[in-house]
């Protein structure tokens, strides 16, 4: 309810009337990076940026932000999936940036621009220029096309040469996914679904200025941005003065909590069916038709979606696609003799997945360890089971 509330207010002001190209901006105009923090939905847990004008002597006070996107869309969810949903910049009345923040209880923090008069009306003309219909949308990519990746890239094409980006207070570089990492509760179905769906490819160290696909790092590097050798962020004040909510996702509803109790069980029925010799049809078909549906979502999103952020995915080496055609197989009995060598080769993906984790060529979700821990114990099973002797029969 609160996100259609939000949605609803801002799309109401989406595209407001503008009230120039930038060239009537007065010497009492003001600019500034307005960065919001973390929230509780997945949407938010990122933060956003936006950018403010002020001119007490035009009447305006509105924020231009990128990451917009229309639930009203034809095709909205399929295209969102796809990787093909248009996103686009939006302008609001700043009274409406923060009453909706303060409905999603986010806090925000303002930095002054230090621009000269033509350097602020060059940066809202781009602005204005961008909110034309025919400019106004683009893709929208998680790492390099989003709210925060547009702030730099504003900046960038309308000062030149007279901006300076000094990044020596990174000190450590971190990889795009430990940087995800960051802004997410580990034992959380968010991080887990997000290790599960993102691949290699974000595991490589993101250079200093990518750094800057998370508003937090925007406005942090502002802090170490000039224009012409001064410093491009004035004093900072703060907007909303709000705590960042915490993730308290209650035990019993984690991932930890009920992937641990899938391979308990697991290992609770194998060891059950190995003292009677016989074989639980509903454990297996559960097991292989779950690693086999997130399989088959890895597959797509890899190679049938324009999403770069999700290829490479070494998880397909444990969540194997063609475990939902095997599911029909172990439902019966006797089970065919083409899965013992199948279960073979698929224990032995099981084990490459887990050299790879340690040579980090693809970190994976901690909590995939219930799962392997499952798999493993499940696969030898079933090929002992295949390969036990015959029972004996009866006079």
């Known amino acids: 309810m ?17 009230f120039s190209q930038g060239g009537e901006l007065s010497p009492l105009s003001k600019l500034s990076l307005l960065t919001v923090g973390t929230g509780t939905d997945l949407a938010a847990k990122f933060g956003h940026s936006g950018i403010r004008l002020q001119d007490p002597a035009l009447g305006v006070d509105v924020v231009y932000g990128y990451g917009t996107y229309n639930f009203e869309d034809p095709n909205f969810y399929l295209n969102f999936v796809r990787g093909k949903l248009d996103y686009t910049i939006s302008r609001y009345p700043f009274d409406l940036f923060k009453k909706s923040y303060v409905i999603e209880q986010r806090w925000v923090r303002e930095q002054p621009l230090n621009l000269d008069l033509e350097q602020r009306k060059a940066v809202v003309s781009f602005l204005e220029t961008n909110l034309l219909p025919q400019n106004r ?49 580990v034992n959380s179905w968010s991080n887990f679904g997000i290790d599960l769906a993102l691949g290699s490819v974000i595991d490589r160290e993101a250079t200093p200025y990518e750094h800057m696909f998370l508003p937090i790092y925007v406005y942090q590097q502002l802090k170490h941005t000039t224009v012409n050798g001064q410093p491009l962020a004035g004093e900072e004040t703060v907007v909303l003065d709000l705590p960042t909510p915490q993730d308290h996702t209650p035990f019993l509803l ?27 049809r509903a454990l297996d078909v559960f097991l292989f038709a779950f690693t086999g549906l997130a399989g088959a979502i890895i597959v797509f999103l890899w190679f049938f979606t324009d999403h770069d952020a999700t290829k490479g995915n070494l998880n397909l080496l444990w969540a194997l696609a063609t475990h939902l055609i095997v599911a029909f197989y172990v439902a019966r009995e006797p089970l065919p003799k083409w899965l013992f060598p199948y279960l073979a080769l698929a224990l032995l993906l099981l084990a490459i997945t887990v050299i790879l984790w340690l040579l980090a060529v693809q970190v994976f979700s901690p909590l995939i360890i219930f799962v392997l821990l499952a798999l493993a114990v499940r696969y030898g099973y079933l090929i002992w089971y295949l390969r036990r002797p015959p029972l004996p029969q009866s006079a």
């Not at 259609?4 to 002001?13: A, D, P, Y």
């Open 2 to 18: 609160k996100q259609t509330i939000i949605l609803t207010l801002l799309f109401m002001c989406l595209f407001v009337r503008g």
């Open 254 to 280: 984690s991932p930890a909590f009920w992937l641990g109790l899938l391979s308990l069980l697991t290992l609770w029925v194998t060891y059950r069916d190995g003292q009677r010799a016989s074989r639980s």
């Open 137 to 185: 949308l683009y893709k929208y990519d998680f790492l390099f096309e989003n709210c925060a990746t547009k702030i730099p890239e504003v900046f960038e094409k309308n000062l030149g040469n007279a901006l300076e980006f000094n990044f020596s207070h990174l000190g450590e570089q971190r990889t795009f996914r430990q940087l995800i990492h960051q802004n997410l509760n």
